[in-house]
């Protein structure tokens, strides 16, 4: 009787989160310390295997909402439930494949690889330690890994992270993320430091994953058209608050609030319909 059954939970979800920081420098010393709101009772679930924009600008939270998702920012209340659980009750197992599942990949990944291990020593620590792999088992899913992310392996392996291109590292921290067999990447901006020739290699990959592994992402990003092109859903983040969210289409092309509509007006989206069209 599937019409019987109770929905799904979503795979990964924030409910009313919200988190506030210090403001800093704020002048006389026994001022009471200022805060400040950096996600205001945010609410926003990840379905498996879809991609799901968030986009905003500059200050609006993005960032934060993101860490609290990954586990790595604690909100000042409401929860982040995995598959149903709120991640701050998991321990032991479960935990661990909380962590395995939800994955990370940002502008700067490349550049957090370990400077003094090798690109495969690199990909093979989640390898060992999240999946439980020996040493030559994880030695031939690093090479699956590189091939992956169109890393030739023989080449690539035993290099040390500064001696590839930031494309290239980026790559490496790609395979990184996904050597955890993760459900969902948040992906905050992760080809915004890249050459615009290799952005669209990276972004192709990654979208090409979603297709053939069902992985899901929360993708943060200020381009509009890797919304238009990539995300079936959108949510628009304005000082704190999600002011609208709903599917691509939709919020593009009939965008109901006031700051998403100045959002639009600001970059312009090219649309591929009218582009192939009249
Ligand atoms: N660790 C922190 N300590 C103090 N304030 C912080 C911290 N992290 C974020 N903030 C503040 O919270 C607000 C939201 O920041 P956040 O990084 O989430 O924004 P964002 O939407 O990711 O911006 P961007 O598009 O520039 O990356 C900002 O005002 C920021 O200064
Ligand atoms: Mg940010």
Redesign the pocket.
């Known amino acids: 009787m599937p019409g019987a059954e109770a929905p799904a939970a979503p795979l990964l979800e924030a409910r009313e989160v919200s988190r506030q920081?210090?403001v800093r420098g704020s002048g006389a010393l026994l001022q009471a310390r200022r805060m400040?709101t950096?996600v205001d009772r945010v609410s926003l679930a990840v379905q498996p295997g879809e991609v799901l924009a968030l986009v905003?600008?500059?200050?609006?939270?993005?960032?934060?909402?993101g860490r609290m998702l990954l586990g790595l920012t604690r909100p000042d209340s409401g929860a982040v439930l995995y598959q149903g659980q709120d991640i701050a009750a998991l321990r032991g197992s479960a935990r661990a494949a909380y962590r395995q599942a939800v994955q990370v990949v940002f502008q700067d990944s490349g550049g957090s690889l370990n400077p003094r291990h090798t690109v495969a020593e690199n990909i093979a620590l989640p390898l060992r330690y999240n999946r439980g792999l020996a040493p030559d088992g994880a030695a031939r899913e690093v090479d699956t890994l590189l091939e992956l992310v169109q890393l030739g392996a023989a080449h690539f392996r035993n290099r040390l992270p500064h001696e590839l291109s930031g494309g290239q590292r980026q790559r490496v921290g790609i395979a990184r993320a996904l050597a955890s067999r993760p459900r969902v990447v948040i992906a905050d901006?992760p080809v915004s430091a890249l050459d615009v020739s290799v952005r669209a290699q990276i972004l192709r990959l990654m979208f090409d994953l979603q297709q053939t592994q069902g992985l899901a992402f929360l993708f943060i990003t200020?381009d509009l058209g890797v919304v238009r092109a990539f995300a079936q859903r959108v949510a628009v983040?304005y000082q704190g608050q999600i002011v609208e969210q709903g599917t691509a289409d939709a919020v593009l092309d009939a965008p109901q609030d006031a700051y998403t509509r100045r959002l639009l007006a600001a970059t312009p989206v090219p649309d591929p319909r009218r582009q192939h069209g009249a």
């Open positions: 920081f210090p400040q950096a905003g600008e500059s200050g609006s939270g993005k960032t934060t909402l901006e200020h983040m």
